[in-house]
């Protein structure tokens, strides 16, 4: 696989873009969209190819910058995080809110929706805990604790756990989240139990990611400049990844399975090669931090190339043709 510089958009925002996802395409609309949050506030909607603006902010009424977005897997509603403790749900058509979900007692950040849509997950930040919600009705199911790990050194704030990053596998039978000590945790979704804590990071862990083709295998982007490729249902850390200058923000998996993309605070976007395990090209397109890369998903009419999009603290989007 390789990427090419697409297409850029400079000043997509008015500040720091921080999320991106895409939107699947749908029966009433052929191709996904992709959707974007920045600490403006605002969340916007731009065309898969030509990043033409959609729609000017689908998602209204956030009070502080948007962190997080993910968007239903029937394209139809998106759920978008904002540093003022709510989760946004609206309609991607329209804008038009559907419900507001509220995760005291702090802020939540990553945010996935179930593989087959029936829950939305979101990593609780300081509450040390995944909080998740139905999508029938938007109600709260359950948070789920994230125990400390045998041996750890006391917390001496008190604060425990903050989780930063959640992942659903796509099989939706397991479920993880990162933290900013570099615990992850995963637990059992279907019985809602607590599994174990697979090992080997030692900072925030901002991103992760299941294989969309093996449900068992995680990926995992950290402050460390270590990407980890885990057995989520064993515990065990079967490969790493490194190659970065600095922060690993944004981890993303190729439809395929085949390679993996990261974005990171050393600016840069890199394409790496799952079965060597190794970086295989790295884009300077950015010249800020990168905070979220996103491959779009397979599906929809005249679709014939790959697409991966990275967002950045310099306001720019850049989309990235790859085959």
């Known amino acids: 696989?390789?990427?090419?510089?697409?297409?850029?958009?400079?000043?997509?925002?008015?500040?720091?873009?921080?999320?991106?996802?895409?939107?699947?395409?749908?029966?009433?609309?052929?191709?996904?969209?992709?959707?974007?949050?920045?600490?403006?506030?605002?969340?916007?909607?731009?065309?898969?190819?030509?990043?033409?603006?959609?729609?000017?902010?689908?998602?209204?009424?956030?009070?502080?910058?948007?962190?997080?977005?993910?968007?239903?897997?029937?394209?139809?509603?998106?759920?978008?995080?904002?540093?003022?403790?709510?989760?946004?749900?609206?309609?991607?058509?329209?804008?038009?809110?559907?419900?507001?979900?509220?995760?005291?007692?702090?802020?939540?950040?990553?945010?996935?929706?179930?593989?087959?849509?029936?829950?939305?997950?979101?990593?609780?930040?300081?509450?040390?805990?995944?909080?998740?919600?139905?999508?029938?009705?938007?109600?709260?199911?359950?948070?789920?604790?994230?125990?400390?790990?045998?041996?750890?050194?006391?917390?001496?704030?008190?604060?425990?756990?903050?989780?930063?990053?959640?992942?659903?596998?796509?099989?939706?039978?397991?479920?993880?989240?990162?933290?900013?000590?570099?615990?992850?945790?995963v637990y059992d979704a279907v019985r809602m139990k607590f599994l174990h804590h697979p090992e080997g990071h030692h900072m925030p862990v901002r991103s992760m990611v299941f294989s969309p083709v093996d449900p068992h295998v995680l990926f995992t982007a950290s402050d460390d400049c270590h990407i980890h490729i885990y057995d989520a249902k064993e515990k065990s850390l079967i490969g790493a990844m490194s190659g970065h200058a600095s922060w690993v923000l944004s981890i993303d998996v190729s439809p395929d399975g085949m390679a993996v993309a990261t974005g990171s605070s050393d600016r840069t976007v890199r394409l790496w090669d799952i079965n060597t395990r190794a970086s295989v090209q790295t884009m300077s397109n950015h010249n800020d931090q990168v905070w979220a890369v996103a491959f779009r998903p397979p599906g929809g009419t005249g679709v014939r190339a790959g697409r991966l999009a990275s967002v950045s603290d310099d306001k720019s989007i850049t989309l990235y043709d790859y085959s």
Do not use: N
């Not at 699947?24 to 052929?30: G, K, L, N, T, V």
């Not at 903050?162 to 900013?180: H, N, Q, R, T």
């Open 1 to 185: 696989m390789k990427l090419a510089g697409l297409k850029s958009v400079d000043g997509a925002h008015e500040e720091s873009i921080w999320a991106a996802a895409w939107v699947p395409a749908a029966d009433h609309r052929p191709a996904a969209l992709l959707l974007t949050g920045a600490l403006d506030e605002t969340v916007r909607l731009w065309a898969p190819d030509d990043l033409a603006s959609a729609a000017a902010s689908p998602s209204r009424g956030h009070a502080l910058g948007v962190v997080s977005l993910a968007a239903h897997p029937a394209g139809a509603v998106a759920a978008a995080v904002s540093l003022d403790s709510y989760v946004r749900v609206f309609d991607v058509d329209s804008g038009s809110s559907v419900a507001t979900l509220e995760a005291p007692p702090s802020e939540v950040w990553g945010i996935q929706f179930h593989p087959k849509g029936s829950a939305l997950a979101a990593a609780g930040g300081g509450s040390g805990s995944v909080k998740l919600w139905d999508t029938e009705k938007w109600k709260p199911i359950t948070s789920l604790a994230v125990p400390r790990p045998e041996g750890a050194r006391p917390d001496k704030t008190g604060s425990g756990k903050f989780v930063l990053s959640v992942a659903w596998s796509p099989d939706g039978k397991l479920l993880a989240c990162g933290s900013m000590d570099g615990t992850i945790a």
